[in-house]
């Protein structure tokens, strides 16, 4: 089945510079007449526009602050001419003094466009490896509907410590959300081990309980590679089957996800087992299998990370997730997502902890319907295939 396109990304962010800096110069210039105007004419005001270049710098390229200065250079002469002072030597060493200051001025400015033109360079660099790492999540694939939600803690970061992905294989769409202990770029270099071990498993392990195991080894060797004995990252993996309407759910030490029907909101009921990294601390034997949650036409299942769980407000609560949702009243993903991205924040603040948020139902369009009654067989079905 054929997924809706994802949106284009944004541009890297621009270096922004308060809006008032920009007009600091013409306040200066401003400031300069209104003296010259009212003081008397002995007096040539002119000596205001010594700092005007270097003021111009920190908003202006190395042109226009140029110009600025030449600028400046002709009113201190017409004001000193004025006051009939223009060759006095004290307005000499004034316009000795607006030249030096247009020249480290210009300097200034080259340097500091070259420094924004590099930053830019380098966020643009940081963000395409950054949404390698995190990809967008589609609308619709294999037979869900589905919407997401992404936030790190740090503004300036677009991943932290939380994951998700979503795969389309010839098992059924595969489902991962998860949170790796710890912030920071050890953090996020584990994110990534996590994000590329289940896109390349996803396709080709047919077990959820196999997959888990196979991410359980990734963050192992993680921990070792690093001498971290600490590092375990909690996860839930979920896998539905076109047409299916039951999902299967594997918790590996996460939070619990949520079964949202028309008129009741209830945990799902799946074995908490221990977190990936720490699996061989207990008897292989007690993995248990996955658990199928019934998911039919307008119920979806929502995935979340402790980054909304754990949001407390300015007193210390905690936020009330089941609650909240509760008083929505829909089921519908794309609402549900857009609701928790603005109540968390307008609940909790600025964010103490990441946030991941992957809210899935089947797909009941026609285009869906006609697509899942193709796909209906007995065997796994490869993405793509008629």
Same mark, same amino acid.
Request: charged residues 20%; contains cysteine; hydrophobic residues 45%.
């Given at each position: 089945?054929?997924?809706?396109?994802?949106?284009?990304? *944004?541009?890297?962010?621009?270096?922004?510079?308060?809006?008032?800096? *920009?007009?600091?110069?013409?306040?200066?210039?401003?400031?300069?007449?209104?003296?010259?105007?009212?003081?008397?004419?002995?007096?040539?005001?002119? =000596?205001?526009?010594?700092?005007? *270049?270097?003021?111009?710098? #920190?908003?202006?390229?190395?042109?226009?602050?140029?110009?600025?200065?030449?600028?400046?250079?002709?009113?201190?002469?017409?004001?000193?001419?004025?006051?009939?002072?223009?060759?006095?030597?004290?307005?000499?060493?004034?316009?000795?003094?607006?030249?030096?200051?247009?020249?480290?001025?210009?300097?200034?400015?080259?340097?500091?466009?070259?420094?924004?033109?590099?930053?830019?360079?380098?966020?643009?660099?940081?963000?395409?490896?950054?949404?390698?790492?995190?990809? *967008?999540?589609?609308?619709?694939?294999?037979?869900?509907?589905?919407? $997401?939600?992404?936030?790190?803690?740090?503004?300036?970061?677009?991943?932290?410590?939380?994951?998700?992905?979503?795969?389309?294989?010839? =098992?059924?769409?595969?489902?991962?959300? $998860?949170?790796?202990?710890?912030?920071?770029?050890?953090?996020?270099?584990?994110?990534?081990?996590?994000?590329?071990?289940?896109?390349?498993?996803?396709?080709?392990?047919?077990?959820?309980?196999?997959?888990?195991?196979?991410?359980?080894?990734?963050?192992?060797?993680?921990?070792?590679?690093?001498?971290?004995?600490?590092? #375990?990252?909690?996860?839930?993996?979920?896998?539905?089957?076109?047409?299916?309407?039951?999902?299967?759910?594997?918790?590996?030490?996460?939070?619990?996800?949520?079964?949202?029907?028309?008129?009741?909101?209830?945990?799902?009921?799946?074995?908490?087992?221990?977190?990936?990294?720490?699996?061989?601390?207990?008897?292989?034997?007690?993995? $248990?299998?996955?658990?199928?949650?019934?998911?039919?036409?307008?119920?979806?299942?929502?995935?979340?990370?402790?980054?909304?769980?754990?949001?407390?407000?300015?007193?210390?609560? =905690?936020?009330?997730?089941?609650?909240?949702?509760?008083?929505?009243?829909?089921?519908?993903?794309?609402?549900?997502?857009? #609701?928790?991205?603005?109540?968390?924040?307008?609940?909790?603040?600025?964010?103490?902890?990441?946030?991941?948020?992957?809210?899935?139902?089947?797909?009941?369009?026609?285009?869906?319907?006609?697509?899942?009654?193709?796909?209906?067989?007995?065997?796994?079905?490869?993405? $793509?295939?008629?």
């Amino acid at each position: 089945m054929p997924t809706a396109p994802r949106p284009p990304r *944004p541009a890297a962010p621009q270096p922004r510079v308060p809006r008032w800096v *920009p007009w600091l110069p013409v306040v200066l210039l401003l400031l300069d007449l209104i003296t010259e105007a009212i003081v008397p004419d002995a007096v040539a005001a002119g =000596f205001l526009l010594t700092a005007l *270049p270097v003021v111009a710098a #920190f908003s202006y390229g190395p042109v226009l602050t140029a110009a600025a200065t030449l600028g400046s250079l002709a009113l201190q002469i017409l004001l000193a001419l004025h006051a009939g002072h223009v060759n006095e030597q004290h307005h000499v060493w004034v316009y000795i003094a607006t030249l030096l200051s247009g020249v480290m001025g210009t300097a200034l400015s080259w340097q500091r466009t070259r420094q924004n033109r590099n930053l830019l360079q380098a966020r643009t660099v940081a963000e395409t490896l950054q949404r390698t790492v995190l990809r *967008p999540v589609p609308e619709r694939t294999g037979g869900l509907r589905v919407a $997401g939600l992404y936030r790190s803690a740090q503004a300036e970061v677009l991943v932290g410590g939380d994951l998700y992905e979503v795969c389309d294989t010839r =098992f059924g769409v595969r489902v991962l959300l $998860g949170d790796v202990r710890g912030k920071g770029l050890g953090a996020v270099r584990t994110v990534a081990d996590v994000l590329g071990a289940f896109r390349a498993a996803a396709h080709d392990t047919p077990g959820l309980v196999d997959l888990a195991d196979q991410l359980d080894r990734t963050v192992l060797r993680d921990a070792a590679d690093r001498g971290d004995d600490e590092l #375990f990252a909690t996860a839930v993996l979920l896998q539905y089957r076109p047409g299916s309407d039951c999902v299967e759910i594997v918790n590996r030490g996460h939070t619990t996800p949520l079964l949202l029907s028309g008129d009741a909101i209830s945990p799902v009921p799946c074995a908490d087992e221990l977190p990936l990294g720490l699996g061989h601390l207990g008897p292989a034997e007690e993995r $248990g299998k996955p658990t199928a949650v019934a998911l039919p036409p307008g119920h979806t299942v929502l995935l979340y990370t402790d980054g909304v769980s754990e949001a407390r407000d300015p007193a210390g609560a =905690f936020y009330p997730l089941a609650p909240r949702l509760a008083a929505l009243g829909t089921t519908e993903p794309d609402r549900l997502v857009s #609701f928790l991205a603005q109540d968390v924040r307008h609940y909790a603040g600025l964010l103490a902890d990441d946030l991941a948020v992957l809210a899935l139902t089947p797909d009941t369009s026609e285009v869906s319907g006609a697509s899942d009654a193709l796909r209906t067989t007995d065997a796994p079905y490869t993405p $793509g295939t008629p």
